[in-house]
């Protein structure tokens, strides 16, 4: 079985009828490259940037991120990587920092700590832009709620790279931004985000931990995790829905994109981008190729609009047979 996924590591993914599907790479650090390549990934879906900063008692300067994403970028050779700008707070804190929120998940994290720390996020802004001489670069925001984290984050960016004309640094003036659906506010209006942003990413592990009010780091109540629940798929299949119809790019990065029992629903719902753990790649090619959308489309429909769970379930199975 595994001899026969790994002949389809250079075979394109496509469905049956013909749609050409993106299939990314979920990565932390620059040495997870090789896992990539050997799954034949058609580029980097989210590189979480976080990552350089754990574990250590000091910050990354803007020398060494720029060695990072560099790196990154030149060994995908023109192929699109993703970098997220540092996530970091709640599940994923520096070192020396004690977290002193009550409710770390709700509090000063990911885009909110970076509009919070400026200098700490033009630093990283900096070396990303003067990465993306070296490939196809795309900066993701991450955990955005609201149109004033966008404008504040874009202006940002502007800023970074005024710094870097005056320096007479070279990078990618059209370098694309896109931001990720998380927080169920932002699922629900999506449009706010499409109209300024290039791109979407919808990080489900988030979306369904605040959707459904379960913490995803509390085996308590793991039990509650449930990526099945209608609020969950219908959230979901809306944000896909609506970037389709402005013609704006959308993918999911979280665990979903990679579990083989959502691909047939993800794709029948419109879904064409999906970044996972590289060791999931070849599992979910080998779903594509087997998948025809005009025959999987009625029923993947069927499944977000039903709220009956065993229903749905039976649904899901023979959508998946
Ligand atoms: C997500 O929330 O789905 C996601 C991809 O980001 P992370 O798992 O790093 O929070
Ligand atoms: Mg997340």
């Keep these: 079985e ?17 749609t050409g ?54 060994e995908m050779d023109g192929k699109p990587v993703t970098i997220r700008t540092f996530d970091l707070g709640a599940d994923k804190n520096l070192k020396h920092s ?14 909110r700590l970076s509009l919070s720390e400026t200098q700490m996020f033009h630093t990283q802004l900096r070396a990303i832009l003067r990465a993306s001489r070296y490939g196809q670069i795309k900066i993701l925001i991450p955990m955005l709620s ?29 370098i694309q931004v896109g931001g990720m659906i998380e927080i169920p506010a932002a699922a629900l209006s999506p449009e706010i985000f499409l109209q300024k942003l290039d791109f979407l990413s919808i990080g489900t592990n988030d979306l369904i931990q605040y959707t459904l009010a379960v913490d995803r780091v509390d085996d308590a109540v793991a039990y509650l995790y449930d990526p099945f629940h209608p609020a969950v798929l219908w959230l979901i299949s809306r944000v ?13 990065c979280g665990e979903m994109a ?8 993800l794709l029948g719902i419109g879904l064409t981008q999906f970044s996972m753990y590289p060791a999931q790649l070849l599992l979910v090619k080998n779903q594509i190729l ?25 649904l899901l199975t023979r959508l998946n047979s």
């Design 146 to 174: 609201n149109a004033t984290e966008v404008f504040q984050t874009l202006h940002l960016i502007e800023h970074a790279k005024q710094t870097l004309h005056n320096d007479g640094i070279d990078f990618d003036e059209h």
């Design 98 to 111: 004690v977290p002193t929120a009550v409710n770390p998940a709700l509090g000063l994290r990911a885009i």
């Design 240 to 252: 896909i829905q609506t970037a389709n119809r402005s013609k704006k790019p959308v993918s999911i």
């Design 258 to 265: 990679g579990d083989i029992q959502f691909t047939r629903l």
């Design 21 to 74: 599907i993106d299939l990314l790479a979920n990565i932390e650090l620059p040495s997870d490259l090789e896992q990539v390549k050997e799954n034949g990934a058609t580029g980097i879906g989210l590189f979480r940037s976080e990552f350089l900063f754990l574990n250590r008692n000091d910050l990354p300067d803007e020398d060494e991120q720029f060695e990072a994403y560099r790196a990154v970028a030149t």
């Design 290 to 314: 087997k998948s025809n959308l005009p025959d999987i489309r009625p029923l993947a429909h069927k499944i977000i609009r039903t709220a009956h769970p065993e229903k749905m379930h039976d």
């Design 2 to 18: 595994k001899q026969k996924l790994k002949r389809l590591k250079s075979i394109k993914p496509v469905t049956i009828d013909g």
